[in-house]
């Protein structure tokens, strides 16, 4: 088999440990070193005396990360390689072979490296992450105080929409005072809780026991604390998208996708789409679109593969919220696959059209242009008419075809 690189290494990474394999003309050398940045470095030294010119690695997890960094810092060629991708044949296995068997498909060109984004992109989507885990602890925390006012006989979520609203949290530090007064509602809620003082009434009748009242107000004190640190990220990714904010914009004027959602987005897929060939690579990688499965002349099941969460569920979500809308292309899209294929398929399928838009919006530096809500019909109507028309023709009849008034 033809060598490419001549000068390579292989790397099995774990937790505790790496072991690499280099193999040169001249040699080849297995060495183990630990995982700590200053046997890291030791690594990198062995690597640089060799003068490999590629590295290539598993993508275990987050321990890849402590030595891709520093590879990148040495302006090494780093592969990082999905694990499905290097898969040896089961047995005799020992972490010596698998850094031998990792160099020994690098060095002739059998591997293909994973999309890793510049550090300026990987520092946000760390961000963008982190505030994504934030919002759903919160999201956590509202769903255990729920519980708490449940066990406390109170049915505030049955008539308030958002229990930790003005008006809830008025409620709520009333309950925890224990000074809880029936004929004050009016002063205490706002907006249109104001018409529904007589099912607020009712709601709050029940017992709030000391212990139950504590839990309320540390319950409350940890939103408030989360909605603090997710202000504090969401400032800290606001200034890092500025140079993108044009970007944003369009993919914003995407039905069922706000500013959060783009932010997302853009983080993970970065906008220069050059790293993916087309759209179907994109959304391939992102794990939005049906795996292929056939043997035998069978088609089997047809799942999508994991690609990547982050992206995958923001997409969903998006489709999800592009279903609620009214008179646009992806809501009748959605509806359409629905009730042939069910809601979790159809949001599936609206996302990965979703994607694929906003790929050509980052290439082509196009703005959206919703297609309207009859655009199957209208496309199906004339794929119709095309048809018997040629169905006629063919039998040496001429058609003259007039709308009806």
């Known amino acids: 088999m033809q060598v490419v690189h001549e000068r390579c290494c292989g790397l099995d990474v774990h937790k505790k440990k790496v072991v690499g394999c280099v193999i040169t003309p001249e040699i080849k050398e297995i060495r183990t070193f630990g995982t700590m940045t200053d046997d890291l470095e030791s690594l990198i030294k062995w690597i640089l005396g060799h003068e490999c010119t590629h590295v290539a690695m598993e993508s275990t997890g987050v321990f890849w990360k402590p030595i891709f960094n520093l590879l990148e810092d040495r302006d090494l060629e780093a592969l990082v390689v999905n694990a499905q991708h290097i898969k040896q044949v089961p047995g005799r296995k020992t972490d010596v072979r698998d850094a031998e068997w990792i160099a020994d498909l690098l060095r002739h060109g059998l591997l293909k490296g994973s999309y890793i ?6 520092e946000l989507r760390e961000l963008v992450r982190y505030r994504k885990s934030l ?37 709520l530090t009333e309950l925890i005072g224990g000074q809880m007064d029936e004929s004050r509602l009016k002063e205490i809620v706002k907006g249109r809780l104001r018409n529904k003082t007589a099912e607020l009434k009712r709601a709050l009748h029940g017992v709030v026991r000391p212990h139950q009242q504590m839990m309320l107000a540390v319950q409350l004190r940890h939103i408030d604390h989360l909605d603090e640190l997710i202000e504090e990220v969401s400032a800290e990714i606001e200034q890092r998208m500025r140079p993108f904010d044009e970007d944003l914009r369009r993919i914003q004027t995407i039905p069922g ?6 932010e997302l987005i853009l983080a993970e897929i970065g906008t220069d789409m050059s790293r993916f060939p087309s759209a179907q690579h994109l959304a391939s990688w992102a794990g939005m679109c049906p795996g292929n499965n056939e043997s035998a002349g069978k088609r089997r099941s047809g799942k999508t593969r994991k690609g990547d969460p982050w992206l995958r569920e923001a997409l969903i979500e998006a489709a999800r919220g592009a279903a609620r809308t009214k008179n ?27 994607l694929i838009i906003i790929y050509h919006m980052l290439v082509n530096q196009t703005e959206y242009e919703d297609l309207g809500p009859t655009y199957h019909e209208e496309r199906n109507r004339e794929r119709v008419i095309r048809r018997h028309l040629h169905s006629l023709e063919k039998l040496g009849l001429t058609v003259i075809v007039q709308p009806t008034s």
């Open 117 to 122: 984004p510049d550090r300026n992109q990987r």
């Open 135 to 171: 919002v759903r602890e919160r999201a956590n925390e509202v769903n255990r105080l729920q519980k708490v006012l449940e066990g406390a006989n109170i049915k505030l979520a049955s008539v308030a929409s958002d229990v930790v609203g003005v008006s809830g949290r008025a409620i």
């Open 257 to 262: 996708i706000g500013e959060r959602t783009a």
């Open 328 to 354: 646009t292309y992806l809501s009748a899209k959605y509806h359409r696959i629905a009730a042939r294929r069910g809601s979790k398929r159809a949001a599936v399928a609206v996302g990965h059209y979703m």
